[in-house]
């Protein structure tokens, strides 16, 4: 598929990011030179080794946990799997309770579901018209056999920013652990594991401009899991398989460069983002939010047309790559589930539009797609569209 | 950890291969390009989704498969655990049953002894002296609650080649699914799942040159599998998580550069394999071969030096990048599993040199290796070696 002969605007990046150069950079020479594997005692093994712990502890800094409490893995899925699977034993699931959001990734929900299957007692927990969890339904959820407390800490398509801390805060004192798949917050938002109070949290490399087949596992020292995949001793013997240097050099220098970047990143998309939103809602009548206006992620708009498909407004714009939030066929709407959860009506939520910027974006990028997104719906509207 | 300042020898393809420029060149444009997430329908998802399938139809080339039987992973571990885990209800473990042997990679005997803590009927065929599986073990092994036979191709200390053909058909004429980990065979010696006559196979990417951090599992059409990773609906709903494209191209072209150059690998690999056997027990007195001397992998030396420790030998070769098969901790010594299960005894075990060639090889550096390794020994027989 050839790139259209005319610029693209990107903005997809709560999908996936882009490898930055430095990254690519960074992980070239552990391809050539710490090719060893890491288990293996001879120097090119050392150098791998060295490399990985290395990276472990640029992870370690950008999320405020020791080195030790790092664990990489194959991405965010795995992750969000091996915390849900890891403490739940199956042949026993009727003695274990979950409780989640029912704004999860699929990654968290789908685990979650199928330890119900097994016998687990779950809790999904349901969200506001914000798409916001609300911590009082957490300590009314907790029983004697919740083995685990999981919710996110930003939406993927609203940007919702979770009350994890209170979470955190409300199961802890219970004695539940807690996780959070903070997939779509490291890079964009400061994360800081101590701060959240949370015992486990998710990493996705390529939400960060890291390649995808990367991830990392931040497990609270004290706190034990089952692997997922059980083999050789790698990763404390957490995670079997030989391991990377390469993208793990990927996800450290990804989070050296966030960590490095973050104050300004934070701004300079949220700049953009709102300049966007802005533009939008002045040349858009009956644009409507979905989620809420604060306590989002700083790069993330998710609007809707109401009355219009989100794709087919997109159909009419072939540079701008962008997300949907509904998927229409023939007469019949299905909304994102973030989006059935917060009770958005299908001819509200069919129109929603998943605008999400990045680090590659520009101000002139900005404008560039509020006009094309309005000039798209007004021909729509006026039935000049095709 | 400098190299030492004068030509190295890696001697430890079995251990990992480095990434072959040819692949790493694959790769570099799906980092740059295909950046999209391949389940997005703007052009860079399209793009990687493109790269994806073409990659899965490379792989499923070597193989024999077709492409929608081969399921990209993050590695040979991963593969293994989904097979086993995937076939056993865990809620309802003591209705299975698995067959595998003794000398399996751990991340097929640790998922297996998993399954039977929870539960599941666990056989672990023996091996004989040269490291081989009976098949007709295997027809003894299976029960009426058998969901597995699990026998490796090639084993990955001594080379053997496994009777898997054979033992597939006797466990399909009793209607148990097969699965073979592949990861040491595949990119050594021809590999066809239909000759083979299995129903899962493992492959792990950094045994042929290909990155770490990306296998595939064959999964043989109308067999299913629980899902490992839940999560979207990727990789035909096995397998959650983001695809990497440019993880995909390094095993894609690595799988196409192994089936042109097998050929002609085979030989060379066997000619220099074969010349340090020969070189070694000319000049070794008392050199062992562990393992059979035929129905070998072509690159695989296995040989134990009575009365040394593999550990010290390799510290006096300090250019040559090899494994050894026993840990030797004060005056207790630790054979491997693999060993172990051949019943080698221990004052051989312990001077296990475990030679494996590769690509990258020369006959000078071969013929190099083997007058390190003699000068070395005859030093420590002397006792003027340190």
Known sequence: MPEPPFPSIYLDHNGTTPVDPGVLSAMQPCFEEAYGNPSSPHPPGRRAREALETQRARVARLLGGEPSEIFFTSGGSESNNTVLKGLVNPADASRHHVITSAIEHPAVLNP????????????????????????????EAIEARTSLVSVMLANNE????????????????????????????????????????????????????????????????????????????????????????ALAAGLGEACRIAEERLPRDVEALRAMRDRLQELLFASVDGLVL????????????????????????????????????????????????????????????????????GRSNTMEQIEEAARLLAERIEALRNGTGR
Chains 1, 2 share one sequence.
């Open 290 to 357: 979905n989620g809420p206006r604060e306590g989002r992620l700083p790069n993330t708009l998710f609007v809707s047309v109401p009355g219009l498909e989100g794709g087919r407004i997109l159909e009419g714009t072939p540079t701008l790559y962008a997300s949907t939030g509904a998927a229409c066929h023939d007469r019949s709407v299905t909304l994102s589930h973030v989006l059935a959860a917060m009770g958005v009506p299908p001819e509200v939520g069919m129109g929603a539009l998943r605008l999400t910027v």
């Open 112 to 139: 979650a579901l199928y330890l119900a299957e097994l016998g687990a007692g779950l809790t999904v927990l349901p969200v506001d018209g914000e798409g916001l969890v609300d911590p009082d339904a957490v300590r």
């Open 158 to 245: 609203t940007g919702a920013l979770q009350p994890v801390r209170e979470i955190a805060r409300i199961a802890r004192e219970r004695g539940v652990p807690v996780h959070t798949d903070a997939a779509q917050a490291v890079g964009k938002i400061p994360v800081d594991v101590d701060a959240l109070g949370v015992d486990f949290l998710t990493v996705a490399g390529h939400k960060l401009y890291a390649p995808k087949g990367v991830g990392a596992l931040f497990v609270r020292k004290g706190r034990s899991l089952t692997p997922l995949i059980h083999g050789a001793a790698q990763e404390g013997g957490l995670r079997g398989g030989t391991e990377s240097a």
